[in-house]
């Protein structure tokens, strides 16, 4: 004798094929809700870093080489944090020649980061020149100045 097999109906087959569905779709939607999110996380901090960027701001206060022969640069910042990259001096990148010195802490010039309405001084050693075209890069972009001999 056969032995008849039996299959499960249509009602449940059905309200599994649904379950299926509705999962799958919720898995769709959470992933596509978290995908958004990150973008709209990551535009937003892109947002905050051009700001921070544009406010940062530097002004030379006085720029001379002493009889040492070491180029002394004197800046002030504004109302935001700068964060300092490169030191030109004559067109030739000096950064890791000059050093900066702000609020009681000295350090390399990359990524030295002066605060709020302070004053910075940033010293490399020249030797002997009649001049000195000085271009401190940071940030928010970039100021320019010419140092000579006291």
Known sequence: ?????R???ELTSAALLALIVISIGGLVVIRVIESIQTGIQEATNQLIEAEMSLRQALGVTAAYIDSLGNLIVVLVSGD????LQDVYINDTLWSSQCRAASAGRTGPIEGFVVQ???????TCSVG????ADVK???EGGSVA???QPV
């Open 7 to 9: 299959g499960i109906s």
């Open 136 to 138: 401190i890069v940071y």
């Open 80 to 83: 935001f944090p700068v964060k």
């Open 145 to 147: 100045t010419r140092a």
């Open 1 to 5: 004798m056969r032995q008849h097999l």
């Open 128 to 131: 002997a020149a009649s001049y």
């Open 116 to 122: 709020p309405y302070s004053i910075v001084v940033i």
